[in-house]
């Protein structure tokens, strides 16, 4: 059988099980799976103190989340991921005004990042992350010459919101690239989103088989020198169909002895490529009652989209006193130990230190500043109610003795932490 005929062949079956929601792609491979175990173990090891990994926490806890099937991810840690992610993501849409400033691609991945934490990227907070990125896509598309972006249409196709003009922008990018593999397979992965999902003619499942018949033949040329990018990349847009173990072998080369592809980058496209897998799969997430998220989906939203809390720390008394005051997005479910994190991310006056005791985590330095027992002078935490602009310090404060990570606050709380001497 000629290599031509096969590629047929392979195409029809792959459109076929597309289609029809059939086949899990790649075969058992012990192999694979210990590489996908080794890289799981790397990449958790990959979180700073927060237990987040900055920037890259949409795409680790994607990531994390196609290969649970495989390798099992403890529930508290993926508690711990999924509360990092909507606070990181709370931050981001208060940096840049709602979503109006966030990137595309950005905005893009933490869609696809709610959806595989089982939220709701319509209501995220009162704001739909759907609705913008549909209206901000379509602009793009409508005033850009030349929009390269196919990272957008994948989550836009996973909650429906999808166009038959979408299918011509993506076959246009598609043959825009021709050098570009990796961009190409982000194409033909949402293209087979659409087809899979999309209520369109069947001229747009002829146009995904043709364009993946032209993307076989130089998948099959470029193997053997790719990098890990591009490779895990091109095996996740083929990996519908039955690929040849020797593609997941070469990948499985790839792999550092830590467990790394070579960066998070690296991991985060080869763990999904590893097990026949890709974002496509997000569709399939099961979500019950019994989720890790539960807690996050549900929460009272303030008027104005997100709710926020306002902390301040105080130093001194009267005319002396020092103060500086942060006010911050409160996604659900947050306790002020996470606010104290996010602040302390934004201002070094904010930064702390902390002891573990019986009463939770108990606070005893501040923007550098420590108890100092010698001169009686101890950080307290108060609550108030108050607008932090213009505060009165006689005003009513309720004194507060629990460890942050047990005081869970309310939208339009106000928080002080005031270096005194300590009342009784």
Not at 256 to 283: E, H, I, R, V
Not at 337 to 343: E, G, T
Request: charged letters at 20%; hydrophobic letters at 35%.
């Amino acid at each position: 059988m000629s290599f031509g005929s096969f590629s047929s062949l392979v195409v029809l079956y792959w459109s076929i099980t597309l289609i029809c929601g059939e086949g899990t792609g790649v075969p058992s491979d012990e192999n694979a799976t210990e590489a996908v175990s080794k890289a799981v173990s790397w990449m958790l090891g990959q979180r700073q103190v927060d237990g987040s990994w900055g920037p890259f926490t949409p795409r680790a806890v994607v990531a994390l989340t196609l290969v649970q099937d495989t390798v099992s991810i403890p529930k508290d840690e993926m508690t711990i991921m999924t509360k990092q992610l909507n606070i990181l993501l709370s931050l981001e849409l208060d940096n840049n005004l709602s979503t109006e400033k966030m990137s595309l691609s950005r905005l893009a991945l933490y869609v696809n990042a709610l959806y595989a934490t089982c939220q709701n990227p319509r209501n995220f907070h009162g704001l739909d992350l759907i609705r913008a990125l549909r209206s901000r896509t379509d602009a793009m598309v409508a005033n850009v010459s030349g929009f390269s972006l196919p990272i957008v249409y994948l989550p836009l196709c996973l909650a429906q919101e999808t166009r038959y003009s979408d299918v011509r922008v993506l076959i246009n990018m598609y043959r825009d690239h021709e050098n570009k593999t990796d961009l190409r397979a982000l194409e033909l992965l949402s293209l087979a989103c659409l087809t899979r999902i999309g209520k369109f003619s069947s001229s747009s499942t002829e146009h995904l088989n043709s364009l993946m018949t032209d993307f076989m033949k130089h998948f099959r040329d470029f193997t053997p020198s790719s990098d890990v990018y591009t490779l895990a990349l091109a095996l996740q847009a083929l990996n519908s169909v039955a690929t040849s173990p020797e593609d997941v072998k070469s990948l499985v080369r790839m792999q550092s002895p830590n467990g790394s592809f070579g960066s998070l980058l690296g991991t985060y496209y080869a763990l999904p490529a590893l097990l026949g897998k890709n974002l496509l799969t997000l569709k399939d997430r099961r979500c019950n009652e019994d989720k890790y998220v539960d807690n996050f989906v549900s929460i009272p939203l303030s008027e104005s989209g997100i709710s926020r809390v306002h902390y301040s720390v105080w130093v001194g008394e009267g005319d002396d006193k020092d103060s500086h005051t942060i006010t911050l997005p409160m996604a659900s479910n947050v306790s002020f130990f996470d606010i104290m994190q996010m602040a302390q991310s934004r201002n070094q006056n904010f930064r702390f230190n902390y002891e573990e005791t019986s009463h939770g985590k108990i606070v005893y330095s501040l923007g550098g500043v420590p108890n100092d027992v010698q001169r009686e002078l101890y950080w307290t935490l108060y609550l108030t109610k108050d607008n932090p602009n213009g505060l009165n310090p006689h005003r009513s404060k309720k004194k507060l003795t629990n460890g942050v990570d047990r005081i869970y606050p309310a939208p339009e709380d106000h928080y002080i932490f005031w270096f005194q001497r300590r009342s009784e």
